[in-house]
């Protein structure tokens, strides 16, 4: 009787340290999970220097693919650079590029740290052409968001850092590091680290939605 009651008290300790465990690694929330993530989202342009755990990467990266898409082809491509030497590669090559061009002024700010809106991890997407690229790499992209959103993780959808990569002699070197199979193509990336700014909702403008009677 003693061993079953012992037994018994572990199992519901294990159970509640789970529970609590679980709670809090995510936000708390009336709403629940999705709609709270969602509503909480910002794009975010400061991050602290720590970097995103690869562990959550994967994760993130198994939500993004986890999307709805044509006819399951699952036509994407994803490439990962957490590399702080990559990314510093790369921003020092699109700098010397905008040097002496009036686009030098608005971007090199005192917070610009990397091109990549100072994300410490950066997602690149791309996909062969076709009707439904857009849609499918869209709906992959706001998976990884609002999974990031969920663990404290901040992004930025990022269309920027395209041109650089596909369309200067200096971001070439970096495209082709990416090795993306023939055919497919950089549609855009998307910024991840944890936050270190809390901006405001930007305003949306609900006149855009309208019921048909
Ligand atoms: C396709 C796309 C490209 C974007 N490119 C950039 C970019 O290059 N740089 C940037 O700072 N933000 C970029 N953004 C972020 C938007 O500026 C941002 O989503 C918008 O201003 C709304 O703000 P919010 O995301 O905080 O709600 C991009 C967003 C999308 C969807």
New binding site residues.
């Given amino acids: 009787m003693k061993q079953i009651v012992i037994t018994i008290l572990l199992c519901a300790t294990a159970i509640i340290g789970l529970r609590m465990a679980i709670d809090s690694y995510r936000p708390k929330s009336e709403e629940g999970g999705v709609i709270e993530a969602i509503k909480a ?5 400061k991050y602290t220097d720590k970097p995103v755990e690869r562990e959550k990467l994967d994760l993130i990266l198994e939500c993004g693919i986890a999307a709805p898409n044509g006819m399951n082809r699952q036509e994407w491509e994803l490439r990962v650079v957490d590399s702080k030497e990559w990314i510093d590669r790369c921003t020092a090559a699109y700098v010397k590029s905008i040097e002496n061009t009036p686009d030098a002024e608005r971007i090199l700010t005192p917070d610009f740290r990397n091109m990549f ?1 100072n994300a410490t991890a950066v997602v690149f997407i791309a996909a062969p052409e076709g009707q439904y690229a857009g849609v499918n790499c ?1 709906l992959l ?1 706001e998976n990884m968001i609002l999974a990031a959103q969920e663990l404290g993780i901040g992004s ?7 041109r650089f990569l596909t369309s200067s002699d200096e971001g070439r070197e970096f495209l082709e590091s990416l090795d993306f199979s023939d055919g497919y193509g950089l ?3 998307i910024g991840f680290g944890y936050p270190d700014e809390q ?1 405001e ?2 305003p ?1 403008d609900k006149s855009k939605i309208r019921y048909i009677e």
Avoid: D, E, W
């Avoid at 989202?41 to 342009?45: A, G, H, M, W």
């Avoid at 930025?156 to 395209?162: A, R, S, W």
């Fill in positions: 989202r910002r794009s975010i342009r809106r869209g992209g930025c959808c990022l269309g920027g850092p395209v549609l855009y990336a901006p909702a930007k949306r």
